[in-house]
């Protein structure tokens, strides 16, 4: 039964894949948003855990928003919606029109990084439209290892795998991450790494993350420590009307003071501040559904 439900679950994403692939760009965005708003109805746990989230950083006082947690969480939804219309639409039908509505600023940082030829590793989150940020590199002849987990349905993992690196990227998985991306970098390639989301405590560090403390991964750290590879953050903005801003910054800074353990939480701490940033400043493009804040081992 289990099987059955996969391959149902393929062909439902693949026909709605078709569906923004085929309509007219704006669209195609527009029933995006919409479907995108619909689901959080029925995900109601999951709308439940983005509103806790943002309060909880509100009251923290480590955000500040000009609308209610309520509009924060719709349009949350709505961006999702129209990312993957987006995504379907490069993937399908290699609609050039979306790439070319990405403004690029700040690529000349990582053009000069990558030619020290030790690697380069972009952090970034769970922000704006992740997916289409590596498609756009590669697009633009700078191809990513992205690594993530494989998806729980094998048929679909296959499914999106391909997609992804249609355009000249490669996936590392998850449970081989550590290995493949020493290979990527020492061959002086670039790899992408999400550092937003809550990890097992032997794979993290607790630093504070929007005022409370959090498991994060230390991967990115002891990679880069390990290779010298540079870090740099990389992130993407909506800008309305099917315009995005690709911006690259500039390299991060490691600590090195001979005490591995210190400096490694340290240089993640500097690494997550990037994603907390990007928070403050578009709150509503941040996967607030995840359960980011899980309890503290002692």
Partial sequence: ??????????????????????????VSLSLGEFLGTLCSIPFKRRRSIALDNIKGTIDRGHLRIDSTPED????????????????SRVLL???????????????????????RGKGVIFITGHCGNWELMA???????????????????????????????????????????LRGSLRALR?????????????????????EFLGKKAYTTKMPALIAMKTGAAVIPAFINYLGDGRHKFSVG???????TGNNEQDIIENTRRFSAYIEDYIRQTPSEWLWMHRRWKPIRQ
């Fill in 1 to 26: 039964m289990r099987k059955i439900g996969w391959i149902i679950e393929v062909g439902l994403v693949s026909c709605l894949m078709s569906l923004f692939a085929v309509l007219p760009f704006r």
């Fill in 135 to 177: 498609i756009a590199m590669a697009w633009k002849g700078y191809p990513v290892s992205v690594i993530a987990r494989p998806l729980d349905n094998p048929y679909m993992d296959r499914v999106i795998g391909a997609l992804r690196t249609r355009f000249g990227n490669k996936v590392i998985s998850k449970w081989g991450a």
């Fill in 72 to 87: 924060i969480v719709a349009r949350h939804f709505a961006n999702l919606g129209r990312s993957f219309a987006e995504i």
């Fill in 93 to 115: 039908k290699k609609d050039r029109r979306v790439i070319e509505n990405i403004t690029f600023e700040g690529i000349e940082d990582y053009i000069n990084a990558r030619q």
């Fill in 187 to 207: 061959a002086g390639e670039t790899i992408g790494i999400l550092i937003d989301q809550s990890v097992v405590p032997d794979e993290g560090v607790i630093i």
């Fill in 250 to 256: 500039k390299e991060i800074g490691l600590q090195d």
